[in-house]
């Protein structure tokens, strides 16, 4: 009998932890539910007088994603806005691109490089380091997170993604929709720099606000994802028929993992982030994307041409983009466009914030 009260305060421990976390599973969601608002990054400034004669290039980690084709976008309706020249360079996802629009941007004596949507600079050291000595700005957009990585000191600045929020709404809707007995399969690649943070926010969220979930984390290179996700998703499935969640750190990898769910059987559903547009295509068509965390990428474009303006103009620095994570579900896909867009369904609150913050009417 000695051991009843400690059994039974151990119980009661698990079950106030677990109501906690799913009280706050429930928040986190509501939260991110509601629709975009514009939080100015930093003091208003008069954009078009500091950028008369500078100019600025853009390299995305590769213009055949869409998704940093949309943000390189952004950066393009903004320099139109403010009235200054961007380039916007073409990559394939390879570095010799990389290098070659780096000595593009410091033959043709540009002000600013901003590496975008992933690209990681670790590759490219030293050509950051010979651009920066021809006193060329470096800056990555979108790449790092803003709690959890440090923005390495070869590049002058970062405006960075608040990864761990996005990973955690993640587990938190999982955590909801089954009242926290997920049993996740995590994917991701973790050669992109923001994989880390995404992976971790998620199952760490699971681990910490969900005594009984249980995750498995699967890497798949970006380079392997329509040969080798399709196998690993389905042979997991296969193996264990109760897991009833495939989180994918990268919405894109759902062309691969539906299938893999269909031919196992499984009623497995999917969540994930990006908010890419074929895959809310897929969550308004059919049933087993669950739920999307996007953010507009226009937005994220100017953002980035906000913080890096600044940077030039010698104001103070922004460090974090302010673009809010928003929330895809059946019940406001259809915001988003049919077929769905990356800047539909989240307003367009921001592009009047940042005229107004720029001092544009």
Same mark, same amino acid.
């Given at each position: 009998?000695?051991?009843?009260?400690?059994?039974?305060?151990?119980?009661?421990?698990?079950?106030?932890?677990?109501?906690?976390?799913? @009280?706050?599973?429930?928040?986190? +969601?509501?939260?991110?539910?509601?629709?975009?608002?514009?939080e100015a990054p930093g003091d208003a400034f008069?954009?078009?007088?500091?950028?008369?004669?500078?100019?600025?290039?853009?390299?995305?980690? !590769?213009?055949?994603?869409?998704?940093?084709?949309?943000?390189?976008?952004?950066?393009?309706?903004?320099?139109?806005?403010?009235?200054?020249?961007?380039?916007?360079?073409?990559?394939?996802?390879?570095?010799?691109?990389?290098?070659?629009?780096?000595? !593009?941007?410091?033959?043709?004596?540009?002000?600013l490089i901003d590496m975008q949507g992933g690209?990681?600079?670790?590759?490219?050291?030293?050509?950051? !380091?010979?651009?920066? !000595?021809?006193?060329?700005?470096?800056?990555?957009?979108?790449n790092y997170d803003a709690s959890t990585q440090?923005?390495?000191?070869?590049?002058?600045?970062?405006? $960075?993604?608040?990864?761990?929020?996005?990973?955690?709404?993640?587990?938190?809707?999982?955590?909801?929709?089954?009242?926290?007995?997920?049993?996740?399969?995590?994917?991701?690649?973790?050669? +992109?720099?923001?994989?880390?943070?995404?992976? @971790?926010?998620? +199952?760490?969220?699971?681990?910490?606000?969900?005594?009984?979930?249980?995750?498995?984390? +699967? $890497?798949?290179?970006?380079? @392997?994802?329509?040969?080798?996700?399709?196998?690993?998703?389905?042979?997991?499935?296969?193996?264990?028929?109760?897991?009833?969640?495939?989180?994918?750190?990268?919405?894109?990898?759902?062309?691969?993992?539906?299938?893999?769910?269909?031919?196992?059987?499984?009623?497995?559903?999917?969540?994930?982030?990006?908010?890419?547009?074929?895959?809310?295509?897929?969550?308004?068509?059919? @049933?087993?994307?669950?739920?999307?965390?996007?953010?507009?990428?226009?937005?994220?474009?100017?953002?980035?041409?906000?913080?890096?303006?600044?940077?030039?103009?010698?104001?103070?620095?922004?460090?974090?983009?302010?673009?809010?994570?928003?929330?895809?579900?059946?019940?406001?896909?259809?915001?988003?466009? $049919?077929?769905?867009?990356?800047?539909?369904?989240?307003?367009?609150?921001?592009?009047?914030?940042?005229?107004?913050?720029?001092?544009?009417?």
């Open positions: 009998m000695k051991f009843i009260k400690p059994v039974i305060a151990i119980a009661c421990s698990w079950a106030l932890t677990a109501n906690a976390g799913m @009280d706050e599973a429930v928040a986190l +969601i509501e939260k991110h539910s509601q629709l975009p608002t514009f008069d954009a078009k007088a500091c950028m008369a004669d500078k100019k600025m290039f853009v390299i995305p980690l !590769t213009n055949a994603n869409p998704f940093n084709a949309a943000i390189s976008r952004g950066f393009v309706e903004a320099a139109g806005i403010v009235g200054f020249e961007l380039r916007d360079w073409e990559t394939q996802m390879d570095p010799a691109g990389w290098i070659q629009g780096i000595n !593009t941007a410091v033959a043709e004596k540009f002000d690209l990681p600079p670790e590759f490219l050291v030293p050509q950051i !380091t010979e651009a920066r !000595t021809a006193g060329i700005k470096v800056t990555a957009t979108h440090k923005v390495p000191e070869f590049l002058d600045n970062g405006a $960075n993604t608040d990864y761990v929020t996005v990973g955690q709404i993640i587990a938190a809707w999982a955590i909801v929709q089954t009242g926290g007995k997920v049993n996740a399969l995590v994917l991701g690649p973790d050669e +992109i720099t923001p994989t880390a943070p995404l992976r @971790d926010a998620i +199952i760490g969220y699971l681990e910490e606000h969900c005594p009984d979930c249980k995750s498995k984390y +699967i $890497n798949v290179p970006v380079n @392997d994802w329509a040969t080798k996700t399709q196998p690993a998703v389905q042979n997991a499935l296969l193996a264990d028929p109760s897991i009833n969640y495939v989180l994918p750190v990268y919405d894109s990898l759902s062309q691969f993992i539906v299938p893999a769910i269909q031919i196992a059987g499984s009623k497995a559903k999917i969540v994930s982030y990006n908010g890419t547009p074929f895959v809310l295509d897929m969550m308004r068509e059919g @049933d087993i994307v669950e739920m999307n965390v996007g953010e507009s990428l226009g937005w994220v474009g100017m953002a980035g041409t906000d913080a890096n303006m600044r940077l030039l103009c010698g104001l103070d620095a922004v460090t974090r983009l302010n673009t809010p994570a928003y929330i895809f579900t059946d019940d406001n896909v259809e915001t988003a466009g $049919n077929p769905a867009t990356f800047n539909d369904g989240y307003g367009d609150v921001h592009i009047d914030g940042f005229k107004k913050l720029w001092g544009i009417e």
